[in-house]
């Protein structure tokens, strides 16, 4: 059972996370931000992961600490989910257009934290979302899934298609490099024989 259930609470963020990386698809998700809530929908959706998040955050203030913190929790939940990896892909990259947007990722299940995100968001704000708490989302998923993560904007001037586009692309490459190969089930994907 490639599950995980993470409770988080802060003096900021109350949240209650599941995961479960053979599903559909399938998401119930309530972060108190419109906008984040329809990219976890998306992420749920392109990586066939079963989502359901419910967030209460001190969104008053603004949506940084929800933001963060349902990164790290997906994160945890990732990586607690993944087991010890036995049978996993590994690696998976994606290149994703979204209209004029075209955003590349790529994803190593190494066991160790590293993020390269290039993005040239050209507003500071899509509707009352800060964009630069993309970065700050990705950012806390990588540190607590321990995985390697390139993010690469190639082309694109509209903030909402850029980040859409990366999360659907993370998504997308994360669910390939999750999925069993069937080759290699019960191999850990490493000469080391761990991740």
Known sequence: MRKAEIARKTGE???LLSLDLDGTGKSVIDSG???????LTLFAKHSGFDLTVKCKGD???DYHHTTEDIGISLGKAFLEALGDKKGITRYGDT??????TLIRSAVDISGRDY????LDLPCAKVGDFDTELCEEFWAAFVREAK???HITQLAGKN????IEGVFKSVARTLGKAAAIDERRKNEIPSTKGVL
């Open 59 to 61: 969104v008053e203030v």
């Open 95 to 100: 290149m994703l257009p979204m209209d004029e």
């Open 33 to 39: 931000c419109g906008f984040l809530d329809h990219m």
């Open 147 to 149: 995985v390697t993560l």
């Open 13 to 15: 963020t109350d949240i």
């Open 159 to 162: 903030a909402h298609h850029i």
């Open 115 to 118: 993020l390269s995100i290039a």
